[in-house]
């Protein structure tokens, strides 16, 4: 990512301007996590993971979690407004803070390491992908596949947009930049969709748009040599 792009989102935590923070735990991700069948301890990865009461949810389950924020300000008050006492001790260019069974790695996750990260089962990916620039998504996946074992499944949510006249089928199929972004590397499963239509609330005047919620579980490939 750009140093514009962090000191962007750095302002957009420092200033609170957080709408895109849900404020409970994300229901697709209850309903359709339990198929991944990980066994308890299994350890997963919360890219770009905020203040996510996923990752509490995730912790409920028995996994290890450990997420990356670039934000200071998001780590602290994932650990304050839940109550819990984290330990934090610096690692590499990372400040690590530690509860239990949560850790969050404060930095940019374009230097993260796999000796940073450890053992990786999976990766829950709530639209980090997606709230990123378009420019820079092909760079996500590239690092996030250095990152992980070679099996390693994503369990991936994403919103979006569906094109005006796109039709039914299109709109209910797997997302041709998500196909493109992952298919050499993932074989994808597009488990749920739920198409909605909803306002723009910066722009309540605007028609209502059709958003799909989409549900994919991406099972990597082992690398041929």
Same mark, same amino acid.
């Given at each position: ?6 000191? /962007? ?5 420092? @200033?609170?301007?957080?709408? $895109? ?10 309903? $359709? ?11 997963? $990865? ?11 949810? /995730? ?18 008050? $994932? =650990? ?13 260019? =990372? ?48 690092? /996030?596949? /250095? ?16 094109? @005006? ?58 690398? @041929?040599?």
């Amino acid at each position: 990512m750009s140093d514009r792009d962090n000191q /962007l989102w750095l302002r957009l935590w420092r @200033e609170r301007r957080t709408a $895109f923070h849900q404020q409970a735990v994300n229901p697709l991700l209850s309903r $359709f996590w339990p198929s991944l069948e990980l066994a308890q301890g299994s350890r997963v $990865f919360v890219p770009l993971c905020g203040k996510s009461l996923d990752m509490l949810w /995730l912790a409920k389950q028995g996994h290890e979690v450990i997420g990356v924020e670039l934000s200071p300000v998001a780590v602290k008050a $994932f =650990f304050r407004e839940n109550h819990l006492q984290p330990v934090k001790r610096r690692q590499g260019p =990372f400040t690590l803070w530690q509860h239990g069974r949560l850790a969050i790695l404060c930095g940019d996750y374009f230097a993260l390491t796999r000796a940073d990260l450890g053992q990786i089962d999976s990766v829950y990916d709530r639209a980090a992908l997606t709230a990123l620039p378009q420019a820079i998504r092909t760079g996500y996946v590239a690092q /996030l596949r /250095l990152l992980l074992p070679s099996a390693s499944p994503v369990f991936l949510l994403t919103i979006e947009d569906a094109e @005006e006249h796109a039709s039914l089928q299109q709109a209910l199929g797997v997302d041709p930049e998500l196909q493109a972004l992952y298919a050499a590397d993932f074989d994808i499963d597009l488990a749920h969709v739920e198409s909605l239509f909803e306002t723009d609330p910066h722009a309540p005047e605007q028609p209502a748009r059709r958003a799909e919620y989409k549900v994919y579980r991406l099972s990597g490939r082992t690398q @041929e040599h």
